[in-house]
């Protein structure tokens, strides 16, 4: 598995990093976990022919609350998010899920993110959570909502010369649970099917904000609208979440293949959403 | 089990001495085929078909060729000029070495580019064009063997059809009238599924011609060095004392280096014609697409039984997806292997197996992934039906298996297709598992589990498999008898050296067969040095796969240190002033019946073979041993597993797995146990998840490991080994070949369990890998 030839640029601020894309274009990519560039690069499917290594570069590594939101650095590893107590939810429960424990030391949250593989779990939890994703370019820093953000299989609205520098996830202020569920074939594959769900509960126990999300069944990360709306409001019950369920499994366009039918997938849609829902209003509850 | 002999200082057979190998494996000292980096090293890259199956209208590589740093690229027409272009298989067969007329499978070689690195040598295949013209793919064998399918084979003399071969044994005259006597006839058919042996270390060569002197040293992945050197000699043409075949340090074999590939054979000749050391090391995707593929197999089988659940007879019906050449690793008289095996552990008078093999177009191999030639196949088959006979006659398929079992006294036991079993005690062996894993409660807590809607499954395998071949009057490979030998060198100070015609892949012969010495000399093992895999450095043999390692070079091994005893005794004797007769040997002690006081040890034997001999004695300790089995060893195991499968989606998770082995006499048994694990790992992956198939373009999907999955320990359930000890009565110190056993015993057991949680259903069969989409179908199917 031999890359083909290309250039390095290690950056040592983000505007270096920015400058760098701007004078590489096209051919260019930001490198930072490397986790599916490299082994892209290796199999001869991708070709850049500038890396720009981000991962000299300081204060991009912090994962921390502050103003209400989780902020996520570009260079957080997805280890590190396991680590972190800052975490919730949703978040803190897809974490483990990610890879394997060799691609969780390395490969970083924002470059999941970024790299929009319906397959990948992050962005569905971002969906779940109503996340933004903040970018850096030449003109400056902007915020872009995942929904704004996700623009198809492995490609987003990100300006070619922009640099994803973090993500801003809003933390609930009263009681709130969150569940990533995913089968996978084994430690380190992509999701077969996983659903991202957040709930949050007012004082009256009923549900004041849902999230719910799917990876991997539709031709990117899918956030199940109906079924958000139809929860919001209502008290949380195993008949809700049956009908949220059946929403969540209509939503769900999956294929069959080596991994297994679709109709078992919008199966495993269906058991998983009311299962995640489940655990999310337990420990909304609990909260 | 049977308490060592020898004392831990001498560590004979019994004692778990660690490996003597791991120290330098795991500080990094091994010495694997791509360390090997010899002074102007040239690089090779091949150039693979993206396509099943096309006709090659031309290449193009001139461009290739323009690149800085290209020195040749070799393709079929050149090789074609040296009489290289095709190569016999181990099956007789033929196989394109660079294709020359058509590809016949995704990933076959089509060019080579030799470089002076790899980089540029992968950059020169992407400038390499090739005219293809594409050809319909063939991708099911019985797809191949309709009427008017495309011929795969079109440039073999003769071949009209798809059909690789045909083979049948036993009797069916015999078969036939069973069949008539039966109550019911349980049917089974199901595909065990393409998988790869996938080593952690992939295939490579090295190979280093002196132009000059014409010494081809070739260092490759090799589990058969000395096999491969003749087989050099005679496809190369190469003169046999100038070929050295050097093995390394093996990341893992499995069955996988075996085969002689098309890579090494150019890098052979590229190495000849530039009279430069050329270097090829597979990537994982040309491992997994291109070498040494295992299993494929439809099979078919009934058994005929009576209403008490006698086994009176089985028929077998199988076909065989070759792929695009028959190059099965196998003795060669058997087309199918040992699957004639596949009557299993039960004493029943008839048997019939009917097996043909088809062409089609996809990657050849048809190695024994960690099985002795096909026995893996035929294990799992026959542990399927008879689990699926005592639903069906409504006993239990613990009963099932007790009622139908080969008993202790009838061994040495003759079975339906000729096997001869050695030794065994079947019903103790499952009773004790049975005793184990609480068998009476779990078939309990199943029933009180299903009024609760949870699925709770039972599985059992009772395996019983044959190795060590083997016999020179049955057992060959392209003719070479499957003999194999140890040389043993005693040194004056009494360290030794021992030589094997056999070659450890991660198996711990540096460890184990030093044992087999210690137990008969009594020189401690650790003073003992094993060689192997240098063809200049050690006695022929047919190499390590096929669980022939201990039946055969173990034997070999007890067998040289018996004779230098013999020797030692004497010189004892004549140190001791005393007759020959009246020499004991006892861990190392050389002592005078009657008189133990008066005693010399190995070490002074030792000295005394270089120093003081008797009258007429040839100085010197040392001898070599060839060594031609009697028999297969028959190893076989009680495994259960128990597992939950979830309704909703089909997912099942082991909770608990309970493996029963009786490899005869354990000469170490931490490595026993290690070899086990691993086997039901490889097991449990090819039941759960592992394989490879291909879409109907014929695109292999499994070409890498994101998609051909090897289980970590995550996946893996928890193992609970036990063990019973029968000797073989025929090896000289009762041991039988083990690394095989939990890989050919296993699948059937997961597969069994999963589907007794179903079984109530009405479920008899979901084909591996056992997907839990397959089960969740196969639940509401039946629901």
Redesign the interface.
């Known amino acids: 598995?031999?890359?083909?030839?290309f250039d390095l640029v290690v950056a040592q601020t983000v505007a270096e990093a920015v400058e760098a894309k701007v004078d590489a274009g096209e051919g260019g990519r930001f490198l930072a976990g490397g986790q599916s560039l490299i082994p892209m690069m290796k199999?001869?499917v991708a070709f850049p022919e500038t890396l720009i290594d981000i991962n000299r570069i300081g204060g991009l590594d912090a994962i921390e609350r502050a103003n209400g939101h989780l902020r996520v650095g570009a260079l957080v590893r997805h280890a590190d998010v396991v680590a972190s107590d800052a975490t919730f939810g949703a978040v803190a429960s897809a974490a483990p899920w990610v890879a394997?424990p060799l691609v969780r030391n390395r490969g970083t949250m924002c470059g999941s993110v970024a790299h929009c593989d319906p397959e990948g779990d992050w962005n569905s939890v971002l969906f779940a959570t109503g996340a933004d994703v903040i970018a850096q370019g030449p003109g400056g820093e902007r915020s872009i909502s995942i929904a704004d953000f996700v623009d198809g299989a492995f490609t987003s609205t990100l300006g070619e010369e922009e640099l994803v520098v973090g993500l801003r996830i809003p933390v609930p202020s009263g009681r709130s649970g969150g569940a990533y569920l995913k089968?996978e074939?084994?430690?380190?594959?992509?999701a077969t099917v996983a659903v991202a769900s957040h709930l949050e509960l007012d004082d009256s126990g009923a549900i004041s904000a849902a999230g719910l999300a799917l990876t991997s069944v539709n031709p990117i990360n899918t956030k199940v609208g109906d079924a958000e709306a139809l929860m919001v409001g209502q008290q949380p019950s195993e008949e809700l979440f049956a009908e949220a369920a059946e929403l969540a499994a209509a939503a769900a366009e999956p294929r069959d293949d080596?991994?297994?039918?679709a109709?078992?997938?919008r199966?495993?849609v269906r058991?998983?959403t009311k299962r995640g829902l489940a655990a999310a209003a337990q420990q909304a509850e609990g909260s | 089990m049977v308490a060592p002999t020898t004392p831990a200082e001498i560590g004979g057979i019994g004692h778990s001495l660690q490996r003597k190998e791991d120290a330098r494996l795991i500080e990094g000292q091994g010495n694997f085929l791509d360390d090997i980096d010899l002074p102007n090293t040239l690089h090779m890259a091949i150039l693979r078909s993206p396509l099943a199956h096309a006709r090659i209208n031309g290449i193009d590589s001139e461009a290739a060729m323009a690149l800085d740093g290209v020195l040749a690229v070799v393709t079929g027409d050149l090789m074609d000029q040296h009489g290289l272009a095709w190569m016999p298989t181990l099956s007789g067969d033929t196989q394109a070495v660079l294709a020359t007329d058509k590809v016949r499978y995704q990933g076959q070689e089509v060019a080579a580019v030799i470089a002076t690195d790899?980089?540029i040598?992968?950059?020169a295949l992407?400038l390499i064009e090739v005219d293809y013209e594409e050809l319909p793919p063939i991708t099911t064998p019985q797809q191949s063997l309709e009427e008017g399918a495309a011929l795969i084979r079109d440039e073999k003399e003769g071949q009209t059809d798809n059909l690789a071969y045909t083979w049948e044994t036993g009797d069916q005259g015999a078969t036939e009238e069973a069949f008539a006597k039966a109550d019911r006839v349980v049917t089974l058919e199901t595909h065990y599924p393409r998988s790869h042996p996938a080593p952690l270390e992939t295939c490579g060569i090295v190979a280093d011609i002196n132009s000059v002197t014409g010494q081809a040293t070739i260092y490759m992945t090799s589990q058969a060095p000395h096999a491969h050197r003749t087989l050099f000699a005679m496809v190369a043409g190469l003169p046999e004392q100038n070929i050295r075949i050097v093995s390394p340090d093996i990341g893992g074999g499995f069955g996988n280096k075996v085969p002689i590939y098309p890579g090494y054979v150019v890098a052979t000749a590229a190495s000849l014609l530039i009279g430069q050391p050329v270097k090829w090391v597979e990537?994982?995707?040309e491992n997994l697409i291109s070498t040494g593929f295992a299993r494929d197999y439809y099979m078919k089988g009934e058994l005929a039984v009576t209403d008490e659940g006698r086994i009176l007879g089985l028929r077998v019906n199988m076909l065989s997806d070759q792929g695009a050449f028959y190059s099965d690793a196998q003795p060669t008289q058997f087309r199918a292997g040992l699957f004639h095996v596949v009557t299993g552990s039960y004493d029943f008078p008839a048997a019939h197996i009917d097996c043909k093999g088809a062409f089609t177009n996809k990657a050849p191999g048809g190695v024994a992934y960690r099985c002795s030639f096909r026995i893996t196949e035929a294990s799992y088959l026959i542990e399927r039906l008879v689990q699926n006979a005592a639903y069906e006659v409504g006993i239990d398929p613990a009963e099932m298996r007790l009622r139908n079992f080969i008993q202790p006294e009838q061994f040495p036991y003759e079975t339906a297709t000729g096997f001869v079993y050695d030794s065994g005690d079947y019903p103790t062996a499952l009773r004790t598992a049975m005793d184990e894993v609480g068998y009476e409660d779990l078939r309990r807590e199943q029933a009180e589990a299903r009024a609760e809607g949870r699925l709770i499954g039972i599985g059992i395998a009772h395996f019983t498999e044959a190795v060590g071949a083997g016999p020179s009057r049955t057992y060959d490979i392209a003719g070479l008898k499957m003999i194999d030998s140890a040389e043993l060198r005693v040194h004056p100070t009494g360290k030794a050296i021992l030589k094997l015609g056999v070659k450890t892949q991660g198996q711990g012969h540096e460890t184990t067969f030093a044992q087999i010495v210690a137990e008969v000399l009594g020189i401690p093992a650790n003073d003992i040095k094993v060689e192997h895999g240098d063809t200049n450095h050690t006695p022929y043999g047919l190499g390590t796969y096929a669980s022939r390692s201990t039946p055969v070079g173990g034997a070999a091994t007890a067998v040289v240190a018996r004779k230098l005893a013999d020797k030692s005794k004497k010189i004892a004797a004549h140190l001791l002033e005393a007759a020959d007769e009246d020499i004991e040997l006892a861990s190392g002690v050389f002592s005078v019946a009657g008189s133990p006081d008066r005693s010399v040890t190995i070490q002074d034997v030792a000295l005394a073979a270089y120093t003081n001999l008797p009258e007429g004695m040839e100085y010197g300790l040392e001898d070599v041993t060839y060594y031609d089995p009697p028999n297969l060893t028959y190893p076989y195991g009680s495994y259960i597993v128990v597992v939950e499968v979830d309704p909703?989606?089909?997912?099942w998770q082991v909770q608990r797995m309970v493996a029963l082995d009786d490899c005869g006499v354990r000469i170490n048994p931490m490595i026993v146990e290690g070899q086990i694990c691993g086997g039901l790992t490889e097991g449990f992956a090819m039941s759960a998840?592992q394989w490879i198939?291909f879409d109907e373009d014929g695109n292999c999907?499994?070409a890498?490991f994101?998609?051909y999955?090897?289980?970590?320990a995550?996946?893996t359930p928890r193992f609970e080994l036990l063990a019973t000890e029968v000797p073989s009565p025929h090896h000289p110190i009762g041991a039988k070949g083990v690394g095989e056993s939990a890989t050919v015993g296993s699948p059937a057991a997961f597969v069994n369990a999963v589907i007794d949680a179903v079984a109530h259903l009405g479920v008899r069969n979901i084909d591996m890998p056992v997907?839990?989409?397959r089960v969740?179908?196969a639940i509401e199917e039946a629901s």
């Open positions: 598995m031999f890359p083909s030839r199999m001869r394997d089968l074939r084994k430690i380190g594959d992509y080596v991994r297994g039918t109709a078992w997938k199966q495993v058991t998983y | 790899p980089y040598a992968t950059d992407e990537s994982r995707t909703d989606t089909g997912v998840m198939t999907i499994g890498n994101m998609d999955l090897v289980p970590t995550w996946e997907l839990p989409d969740w179908a």
